[in-house]
């Protein structure tokens, strides 16, 4: 039976996020104060031999992150703090914000001793004008206590834009501009916002570290899945009994998340699909629901950990109505800088939904399938390469609910 | 009301700030003003295209006048098979206009949104980035009485 540790949560209902004495009483900023005593190169070693990958999707490894932005010499160098949280049915990143911001603002100071920068942005979605506010108090204490020492943060909003989420484009609106990704190499690590080597990790990567240095590699690297220590927050929603936040080691499998914290499918209802890891996340069938969620297990059936929202969807769901929606969510996001994407999401959408309204036919399926692996090969950033995931993992899980559809 | 020229003279030293003043302005008015995204590209010293090319790229921006609360409903997959268009429905027939327009008097704006990050109370609106979860069609006429 799945049972929730809390380390990113660690404080979640016992300090009030928006006292700093909370926070350092519950042992907070001590580990940016151990972290200075040790070498820049002993903190980014710690941080890499825990085995901590980044929780924004992508499965990095952190502390290698750090160490190409440390071995990049520069007179100016930037820790961004990922808090766009695009992925529909993702609030992780919000929770922790509004329960602890101080361990956020930790982890970006021990990062930035680490690295040698001064300057760290928290790029927080326009939607949560909430969070920021909690945020910015967070940071007016630790100024006034003085314990970020020379390491500033300041906080930047993101205005509705999907694909802000993807780092390079994240950094293009920091600069003020349109948010298109950026060709990549360079990475942000040697060259990212105004050119400086910047080291960009979500929310819930950075939450992960004063505990890291706190307890030591080792501690971490002995929970959950070896290849992806550590433990992930998820987030339920859809046809589900609890419809909440839940920290789990990242060995337990997805019918744990489902049945055991998630309490089963609402209603007495038959389980029909779950996607995780957001909206680009791949439809998982009964048949794999005792997968392990850490990354690479996700990834060995096509699905993706991603960024842990778990949407469970019941017997009576219309699952091609679903990707219909889905497929209408990335044309609206698409920034239209590369052509496979910009063209390809408005096809998808459109030969969807002329499937969904029953018109489709067989060779509607197959251009589909095509049109698919071209994106995910094409496209410029992950924005295209994920978007038709959900596509092809329906229809390869899920083949009779689109026959069942044709005309 | 702040003039917008005030707010933007308050950001045009930060770095790359424009996308921050267009949000104090459309704190302050609930919208940018055409002229405000002028006086942008003067102050931030960017070609008028430029600064009209960020204000219209990102969709919590708008661009032109609109109401004065502004209600969005999240019709992301989540929220659209918790019967999103139920709530559509509702709010449409309350205020007598269409998604994407705006009351008579200047009152309401109804608008879509994507995901807002509240997927733990489906279907969801925002008014003025306020979340209402788990809204039902009974639940409408009370909280649009609220403003
Ligand atoms: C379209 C798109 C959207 C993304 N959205 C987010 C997001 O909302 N939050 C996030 O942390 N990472 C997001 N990412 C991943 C980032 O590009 C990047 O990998 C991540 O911030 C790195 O942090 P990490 O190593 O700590 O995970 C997104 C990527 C893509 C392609
Ligand atoms: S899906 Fe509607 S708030 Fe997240």
Redesign the pocket.
């Known amino acids: 039976m799945a049972e929730e540790m809390r380390i990113v949560l660690r404080n979640y209902g016992k300090i009030d996020p928006l006292k700093i004495e909370d926070y350092i009483n519950a042992g907070g900023y001590k580990s940016l104060a151990k972290a200075r005593g040790l070498s820049q190169i002993q903190v980014i070693d710690e941080v890499k031999n825990s085995g901590l990958r980044?929780?924004?999707?992508?499965g990095?490894n952190?502390g290698m992150?750090w160490s190409f932005s440390y071995n990049t010499p520069a007179d100016q160098k930037y820790v961004v703090c990922?808090a766009?949280?695009?992925?529909p049915g993702t609030y992780k990143d919000r929770i922790i914000m509004e329960n602890d911001p101080h361990t956020v603002l930790e982890g970006m100071a021990i990062c930035g001793y680490a690295v040698g920068a001064t300057k760290g942005y928290i790029y927080c979605r326009g939607e949560y004008p909430y969070v920021v506010d909690v945020l910015n108090k967070a940071i007016t204490q630790a100024k006034a206590q003085g314990v970020l020492g020379d390491f500033d943060i300041e906080v930047r909003m993101g205005a509705g834009a999907?694909?802000c989420?993807?780092?390079t484009a994240l950094l293009e609106s920091i600069e003020g501009h349109r948010g298109e990704p950026r060709f990549k190499p360079p990475f942000p690590g040697v060259a990212g916002l105004w050119g400086k080597p910047t080291v960009?990790?979500?929310?819930e990567?950075f939450a992960n570290i004063p505990i890291i240095l706190e307890k030591g590699a080792d501690w971490f690297k002995g929970i959950g899945a070896p290849k992806y220590p550590g433990t992930k927050v998820f987030t339920l929603t859809g046809d589900v009994v609890n419809k909440t936040v839940f920290e789990l080691p990242t060995n337990m499998t997805i019918r744990d998340v489902v049945f055991g914290m998630g309490g089963g499918v609402a209603g007495g209802k038959k389980f029909k699909a779950v996607q995780i890891g957001g909206t680009s996340g791949g439809f998982i069938p009964e048949s794999m629901l005792d997968t392990q969620v850490d990354f690479d297990s996700m990834n060995a059936i096509g699905a993706t950990l991603g960024?842990g929202a778990v949407f469970v969807m019941d017997e009576t769901t219309d699952l091609i109505d679903v990707i219909e929606r889905i497929t209408k969510f990335f044309e609206h996001e698409s920034c239209g800088k590369c052509t496979p994407c910009r063209e390809g999401t408005k096809r998808m959408h459109e030969i969807l939904k002329k499937i969904n309204s029953g018109k489709g036919s067989g060779a509607d399926i197959a251009i589909t399938e095509r049109l698919g692996q071209v994106m995910t090969r094409a496209c410029l950033?992950?924005?295209g390469q994920?978007a038709p995931g959900p596509v092809l993992t329906t229809l390869k899980n899920f083949r009779p609910d689109y026959n069942a559809k044709l005309g | 009301m702040a003039d917008y020229k005030e707010i933007i003279s308050a950001y045009k030293d930060l770095p790359g700030g424009i996308i921050e003043a267009y949000h104090a302005i459309q704190k302050e008015y609930s919208y940018i003003p055409e002229d405000a995204v002028v006086a942008a590209a003067q102050a931030f010293d960017i070609s008028k295209a430029r600064a009209y090319g960020v204000a219209t790229f990102y969709s919590y921006l708008k661009v032109g006048k609109r109401g004065k609360n502004v209600i969005r409903i999240c019709e992301s997959a989540p929220c659209h098979v918790a019967g999103a268009d139920k709530v559509v429905a509702a709010l449409e027939k309350e205020l007598g206009i269409k998604m994407g327009e705006t009351t008579e008097d200047g009152k309401f704006t109804l608008e879509f949104t994507e995901c807002v990050g509240q997927c733990q109370a489906t279907p969801l609106i925002t008014i003025n980035s306020k979340p209402y979860g788990d809204v039902t069609t009974e639940k409408i006429p009370g909280i649009i009485a609220e403003y």
Not at chain 1, 54 to 58: C, P, S, T, V, Y
Not at chain 1, 200 to 203: I, L, P, R, S
């Open positions: 980044g929780r924004g999707g992508a990095f952190a992150k990922n766009d949280e695009g992925e999907y694909v989420g993807e780092e960009v990790n979500n929310v990567t960024s950033c992950g924005l994920a």
